[in-house]
Each structure stands twice: as C-alpha cells, then as structure tokens.
C-alpha cells in the first residue's frame, strides 16, 4: 500500500503556471501513476497519466500541450507541470497509483488504486 500527498496547488490567473507534487510513501516503479481533478457534484476527470516504466505519458485533450506529467522515481514523487491555466482547469487535483499491469485505460480512475487528499487549483479570470 502507498499513501500519496499532493501539494502545490494554490490561486494564479488566467495564463498563469503551477507545478503540483505527489509525494508517494513508497517507491514508484510499481505503479502506473495518474492525475486526475474533479469539481463539486462532478466526476472526477482524467488530465494526465504516466506508465510504471516512465516510458509513456498520456493527457487529456483538455491538458495536451499545457500539462507535462514527470516523475522522480528517486524522490518517491510525481510532478505535474501547468502551464497557461485556464478558468476551467480549476478543480481539486489528485494523484493516483494504479496496479493494474494494464496501462491503456489509463484514463478510468476505476483503475486507480490509491489516491491522495487532493489539491486545490483556483484559476482566476
């Protein structure tokens, strides 16, 4: 079992950057490892995902060519990088591991194991 914290998050305008962490409590190589956000009354909503072998990264069409997902296998973290933010990236951002020895459903957070509490992004017009 992994616990994972994100952090990073905060208010920036509209163009704007931030990086968010996900600080996992144990190695990541075992892990296909995920962003997701989601807003009140809403589902939560695939943005970024990288393989266990670090060898694919997948996005979003909303976050392609915005986002970058990274990992730092020897940090125990996984980094997404944002940059021209827009009002509606605005959500709680969380960090997911998954298991699953499948990747390409990546984008189903049915297919996450553990998640952390979350992170949240204002962006302001």
């Known amino acids: 079992q992994v616990q994972l914290v994100e952090s990073g998050g905060g208010l920036v305008q509209t163009g704007g950057s931030l990086r968010l962490s996900c600080q996992a409590s144990t190695p990541l190589t075992s892990y296909n490892m995920g962003w997701f956000r989601q807003t009140q009354g809403k589902e939560r909503e695939f943005v970024a995902a990288?393989?266990?072998?670090?060898?694919?990264?997948d996005y979003a069409d909303s976050a392609q060519g915005r986002f970058i997902i990274s990992r730092d296998n020897a940090k125990n973290t996984v980094y997404l990088e944002m940059n021209n933010l827009k009002p509606d990236d605005t959500a709680v951002y969380y960090c997911?591991?998954?298991?699953?020895?499948?990747?390409?459903?990546?984008?189903?957070?049915?297919?996450?194991?553990?998640w952390g509490q979350g992170t949240q992004v204002t962006v302001s017009s």
């Open positions: 990288s393989s266990r072998s670090d060898d694919s990264s």
């Open positions: 997911g591991a998954s298991l699953l020895t499948y990747y390409g459903n990546y984008f189903d957070r049915r297919g996450y194991n553990y």
